[in-house]
Structure formats: structure tokens, C-alpha cells
């Protein structure tokens, strides 16, 4: 369970650890580093539902090349861009 403070302020940025927004034509994605140059992506017009991003996240967990960390930066990523208008609210195709 990723559990994010009272104190936590979002900020409108681009980056949460190694996690980096992309914004390409037709999606906005958030990519993660993993082996060789390759990147993780989660399209974020696939995350608009409080289920989806913990489904997200359960699917993070499984991966070896994933931290507590990095999983606490993408909860914390998808409050930032739901904030920020970047998630689609009650989109999950």
C-alpha cells in the first residue's frame, strides 16, 4: 500500500524520481527507464479511475526493476497530473 502524507504539496513538474511525463502525439505517456535505453510506458488517458491507478501501481509492484520508491513517485505523479489536468477524470479505455 503507497500511503502519501497530509503534508505532501503537488507541484507542477515533469519528473517524480525516475519517472518522466512525455507528451507525444496522439497520448500523454509516463515513462520509466528499465533495461538498455527501453522505457515502461502508462498512458495516462488509461488512468482516470481510482481502480486503474491502483491496478497501475499493483502492476509496478510485480516488477523486479521497480522500488518502493519508484512506486511512491508514480502515486505521487498521478495525484500531480490529475491536479494538473494532464489525466483524463473517468477515462479507462
Known sequence: ???IGPDYQPKRHKTWGKWRLRKK???TTLDFPVMRGNTYEIDLYRCGTHRSRELWLQQMSEK???TSA???DLARAFIDL???GE???GSNK
Open 25 to 27: 502525439s496522439p497520448y
Open 70 to 72: 519508484d512506486l511512491g
Open 82 to 84: 490529475m491536479r494538473q
Open 64 to 66: 523486479r526493476y521497480s
Open 1 to 3: 500500500m503507497i500511503v
Open 87 to 89: 489525466i483524463p477524470v
